[in-house]
């Protein structure tokens, strides 16, 4: 067990839908990064944040934003499905930035 | 110049053997390294890393040899065991926020 939490496990929504995927960090952990893991792409960082600010960018579609909130926790906004945003989206922490990152079990999205 | 590309894709070794796993990267900014363990269903789990440093870091059964001269580094598993029957994938940082880049993984299966 990685310290690491996420909500929920699992996710079946409809194309054109939003939903909201949350993290929360291990104790102490200020960084938390947001990776997407799919078959034909693999493991994607999409987006990090650092005590509350966001720090760096990655192959994150317009469609999807994030955000850190005081008590460090994070959401993952999904918005407009497609069909091919059904994946494994995985929050991961670390205390400090460039830090060892600590991965939660994921939330599998199903958009049907 | 982003990829980190890891081979095989996938392996398979008999139990007590030595499983070797390859990665080689272009980004000379990279400056972080560690090797993250999958099993089904759950998140990546961190294995081990090493930064340029040093040329090998050893961590019971499992050691990172690293070149940086040639922009390589590897995974050994000695005494595979079938426990280890996973999927491992390489990644690499650099620069202060620390994101991941992965390889795409390589799927060891380990045979008693």
């Known amino acids: 067990d990685s310290g690491v939490t996420q909500t929920p496990k699992h996710l079946i929504t409809a194309t054109g839908q939003r939903v909201t995927l949350r993290c929360s960090p291990r104790s102490g952990d200020l960084s938390v990064y947001w990776y997407q893991q799919s078959l034909d792409q693999g493991l994607q960082f999409l987006i990090q944040?650092?005590?509350?600010?966001?720090?760096a960018k990655g192959n994150i579609l317009e469609r999807f934003s994030a955000q850190q909130f005081p008590d460090l926790h994070s959401e993952l906004n999904l918005s407009s499905l497609e069909l091919g945003d059904s994946a494994l989206y995985f929050c991961?922490?670390?205390?400090?930035?460039?830090?060892?990152?600590?991965f939660g079990p994921g939330t599998r999205l199903t958009v049907l | 110049q982003q990829q980190v590309k890891q081979s095989p894709q996938s392996l398979i070794v008999q139990k007590g053997g030595i499983s070797i796993i390859n990665c080689a990267y272009e980004n000379t900014a990279f400056d972080y390294f560690p090797w993250y363990q999958q099993f089904p269903g759950k998140g990546p789990a961190l294995l081990i890393a090493i930064r340029p440093d040093v040329s090998e870091k050893k961590e019971g059964r499992f050691t990172i040899s690293f070149n940086k001269s040639a922009k390589q580094f590897s995974l050994h598993i000695m005494d595979s065991q079938p426990g280890d029957s996973a999927t491992y994938f390489c990644a690499a940082s650099g620069g202060s926020q620390g994101n991941l880049i992965f390889g795409k993984g390589t799927k060891l299966s380990v045979k008693p």
């Open positions: 944040y650092y005590n509350g600010e966001e720090r």
């Open positions: 991961a922490s670390s205390t400090v930035l460039g830090g060892e990152q600590f």
